[in-house]
């Protein structure tokens, strides 16, 4: 069974950095691409970045390219978005989800973990 | 971006209902739509991919449907489980683009 665990949600300072975790199991996870997205409190979602299989290629919204970092650890099965410069429309619950993006276009997002929060507040 | 639009925002139903949700492209999407569902403190789940494919797992009575600009989701005979949430996205171009959600709430 496909698993995903995001952590490392917290209270940050406007401008401040934190880095969200996303632990997964139960498929090769190094063969997938996997993304981040974003609900903002009483808002829709948002898709914030996604990254290849292999970690070489990645992919960012307009609204958060050069802020947010993507990386990925597939000895470790698991994914990270690196957010600094925090604002506090960043604030929301984060998603891993596996699925890919390109230049181009996307591949639908098939399995998703339950979310972590991370409020801005000065 | 393209821009998604879902109709209604919100609906309230009873169990055994038959409900449509509609998604419109701002422009040609071809069959890259899709649609999931959110439930408080759950992970989101895909229902149907590619327009109208049934995810694995998920029950026939979801359905998808349409082609390039207009879509829709029905499920056949709400169930409680159903009551939550739907989002369509495309994903045509990147960034792929979510509408705002129906609220499917009990009557």
């Known amino acids: 069974e496909v698993q995903l665990l995001e952590s490392g949600g917290a209270l940050v300072q406007p401008g401040g950095s934190l880095r969200l975790s996303c632990a997964a199991s139960?498929?090769?996870?190094?063969?997938?691409?996997m993304s981040w997205v974003r609900q903002a409190p009483g808002k829709g979602l948002e898709w914030v970045s996604a990254?290849?299989?292999?970690?070489?290629?990645?992919y960012y919204a307009d609204s958060v390219k050069g802020r947010f970092t993507i990386s990925r650890d597939n000895s470790k099965n698991t994914l990270y978005l690196q957010m600094s410069s925090l604002r506090a429309e960043d604030a929301a619950l984060y998603y891993c989800a596996r699925g890919s993006c390109s230049t181009t276009s996307c591949y639908r997002f098939d399995s998703w973990g339950q979310g972590t929060l991370f409020t801005v507040s000065s | 971006d393209i821009q998604m639009t879902q109709s209604p925002s919100s609906l309230s139903a009873s169990v055994g209902d038959r409900v449509t949700i509609t998604c419109r492209a701002s422009q040609g999407i071809t069959s890259y739509l899709n649609w999931y569902r959110l439930k408080p403190g759950k992970a989101p789940k895909l229902l149907i991919y590619a327009v109208s494919s049934l995810q694995s797992g998920v029950p026939s009575r979801f359905s998808g449907s349409g082609s390039g600009t207009d879509f829709t989701l029905t499920i056949s005979s709400l169930q409680p489980e159903d009551f939550a949430t739907y989002y369509c996205q495309q994903t045509y171009s990147t960034p792929p683009t979510f509408g705002q959600g129906t609220k499917v709430e009990i009557k």
């Open positions: 990254i290849s299989g292999s970690g070489d290629s990645a």
């Open positions: 139960g498929f090769t996870f190094s063969s997938y691409a």
